[in-house]
């Protein structure tokens, strides 16, 4: 997978011209009437800009590249409308979908030419305002000021996150391609949730008509107690009929998804393998770092964070006097994670970490409270703060929800199937606590914008005072270090150094840097020895080392020295020292073996390091990129005598035609 991830940074920086023709397409057919629409134009920008992180593209070709299509797209949008005027509302698709046209005449009437600009960032009136300005007879001088204004300023904002994206990309894989694979997963489950949430949300009003028609005709052929309660559904007088509509089919669904999950888990069938496939992936790409960020991502779906967020719901339920929600939310909590108990005591599924044998996660009841906490809140400011509001903070909401099953997949809490099945029930309550609450307060309630800042901040500050309290750890798993194995010194000079690796290894056994040095000595002696050799403890990674990878002239000694994986351990030292020019630096890491020498009483653990000489590349200005600069000999031969790292060489080796240095402390 690492592979074809840098054969296709290659592919891309040897054809920068196609990369920039797509670039200027994906701008000029977003912005053409009607088709722009459908052109995934924002995401195309995005991707431009992660190429130019990563130093496939220049900056400042994507920005011109995007700015020009943006400019033409509009251009041939408003001489459309400036041409046929009222013959557009004849053509397809206006002649059949007039909304279209009506949107873009609506919004161009409230903000004047100022819409040119705004509709730029807004989907549903990008491709139409144009057209509608045409059409209305705004004056050509006009239109380009503002057409050029609104290009201007929409692809430094979609292309700049881009390129923020793609430095980390490159400064994860530099450290371990682990890191670049858990940063994907956890972006793509931000953007995804955001698009299909607003993706729901713009297709709402036209699923809820099509399930109105359906339930109407069904409710007239059932005069019945269920075809009354359908009728009252679909009352017209009703304030939040469609709401209600789509609430009663997220039950349907819900319910669906979860008895299909419970019949695959009972009869064994292929979602089993996809439980077995997801835990395995995630084993794969575990790292220390990636271990701490989502067990602090975890403390979201913690018992402390869910009981701050009940408490601050039941207190604003009070002050609304909204006695009945209150009671109907607590019962379903209650209800729901008293069936859940049920389910698993009847299942008896132990989750795949060994260490929680003792537990069953069929349905996993902390995804399930998550989604009852965090989707019921969801409803309450849904209501309460208007459709843009409402989509963020759906939005918001699901993607907190797969952070936190996320993170216990990550851990082996539970499995994928567990996870769907107590996501699906537990949503299965939030609908019907919300379609209750609906029809008992069928007014719709009073505004509260603020509500989304004061649940944010008791989030944060929860998570905040957990992070303060108990800082994220390592899982017990991970926390087990075997004691080091302890050799002689003949041993490790005979044979034990040919069984130590010849590379350092990332994800899959990834051969990478040589291990050109074995050392043995204690790490303060390590530390010491080579501070009196004029090598420097690289820079640790802080916001000031950071912002100089965007400096115009900093030197690379200047740059944080990123730790790097060798077989998911972190390096334990890291040193620099200058090269021969200011873009140029020589780096030593070191891991520990697992084997320790023995001297008399005492033993001295053995350290495998990796040199490698690094030099500055800024071809994707504004990041400055240190490469490994392979052409330069290895270390035993740039490196003229082991009194350069002030210890004695034992032996000089040769691991599969890499030379080894087998060192020890002066004293050793």
């Not at 052109?39 to 920008?45: D, E, L, N, Y």
Request: net charge positive; proline share 6%; glycine share 8%.
């Amino acid at each position: 997978m690492e592979h074809a991830y840098i054969h296709l940074l290659h592919l891309l920086a040897g054809h920068s011209a196609w990369t920039l023709t797509v670039v200027f397409l994906a701008a000029f057919l977003e912005s053409i009437a009607v088709i722009g629409t459908f052109i995934p134009g924002s995401t195309a920008m995005f991707l431009a800009g992660a190429l130019v992180g990563t130093g496939s593209l220049g900056l400042g070709w994507a920005l011109l590249w995007a700015i020009a299509g943006a400019i033409a797209g509009d251009g041939i949008s408003f001489w459309i409308g400036n041409r046929y005027k009222d013959r557009i509302v004849q053509l397809w698709p206006f002649r059949t979908h007039p909304q279209i046209l009506d949107a873009g005449h609506r919004f161009f009437q409230k903000n004047g030419a100022r819409s040119v600009v705004f509709a730029r960032f807004i989907g549903p009136v990008r491709a139409i305002v144009p057209v509608v300005a045409g059409m209305l007879g705004m004056t050509p001088l006009r239109f380009y000021a503002m057409n050029v204004l609104s290009a201007v300023l929409w692809a430094p904002a979609h292309i700049l996150p881009g390129v923020v994206f793609g430095a980390s990309m490159l400064l994860a894989g530099a450290v371990s391609f682990r890191l670049v694979v858990i940063i994907v997963l956890l972006v793509g489950i931000v953007w995804l949730s955001f698009r299909a949430t607003g993706f729901l949300f713009s297709h709402a009003s036209a699923w809820s008509s099509a399930a109105g028609r359906y339930l109407g005709n069904w409710a007239y052929c059932h005069p019945g107690p269920l075809g009354r309660l359908a009728r009252r559904l679909l009352d017209p007088e009703q304030p939040d009929a469609s709401s209600i509509v789509v609430t009663s089919l997220i039950v349907l669904v819900s319910g669906a998804l979860f008895f299909g999950v419970l019949e695959d888990v009972i009869s064994g069938d292929p979602l089993v393998s996809v439980d077995l496939s997801v835990y395995h992936f995630l084993q794969s790409v575990r790292t220390p770092w990636s271990d701490t960020v989502l067990a602090g991502l975890a403390t979201l779906g913690s018992v402390f964070t869910l009981t701050a967020l009940v408490v601050t719901v039941v207190a604003w339920m009070l002050l609304e006097r909204r006695w009945r929600t209150i009671g109907y939310w607590l019962a379903a909590v209650v209800f729901s994670q008293l069936l859940i108990f049920a389910l698993q005591f009847a299942m008896h599924r132990a989750p795949p970490n060994e260490l929680m044998a003792d537990a069953y996660v069929f349905p996993s009841n902390h995804v399930a409270a998550t989604v009852i906490v965090y989707g019921f809140l969801a409803f309450l400011l849904a209501r309460r703060v208007g459709m843009l509001g409402g989509l963020l903070v759906a939005t918001a909401s699901t993607v907190v929800v797969i952070l936190v099953a996320l993170a216990g997949l990550y851990f082996g809490r539970y499995w994928v199937s567990d996870a769907i099945g107590g996501a699906a029930l537990a949503y299965i309550w939030v609908a019907i606590v919300s379609l209750t609450a609906m029809l008992r307060h069928p007014e719709v309630p009073p505004s509260r914008g603020f509500m989304p800042v004061v649940i944010l901040l008791v989030m944060l500050g929860s998570v905040g005072v957990q992070l303060s309290v108990n800082p994220p750890a390592a899982p017990p798993d991970n926390m087990l270090r075997p004691s080091p194995m302890l050799v002689t010194q003949a041993q490790w000079t005979d044979s034990l150094w040919k069984r130590l690796p010849c590379y350092r290894s990332d994800m899959g056994g990834d051969h990478k840097e040589p291990l050109t040095l074995q050392w043995v000595s204690n790490l303060d002696s390590i530390k010491g020895q080579l501070r009196a050799q004029g090598w420097i403890e690289g820079t640790d990674l802080s916001a000031h080392s950071l912002l100089s990878l965007a400096s115009p002239n900093v030197a690379a000694v200047s740059l944080p020295v990123l730790p790097k994986l060798n077989n998911g351990v972190p390096s334990s030292l890291v040193f620099m020292r200058p090269g021969e020019s200011r873009d140029e630096r020589d780096v030593l890491r070191f891991w520990p073996s697992g084997y320790a020498v023995q001297n008399g009483a005492s033993a001295t653990p053995l350290w495998v390091g990796a040199f490698a000489h690094e030099r500055l590349s800024r071809a994707s200005w504004p990041i400055n990129i240190l490469r490994v600069d392979r052409e330069t000999p290895l270390f035993d031969a740039h490196m003229k005598t082991s009194a350069d790292l002030g210890a004695a060489l034992v032996a000089k080796v040769s691991c599969h035609g890499v030379p080894v240095s087998l060192l020890a402390s002066a004293a050793q």
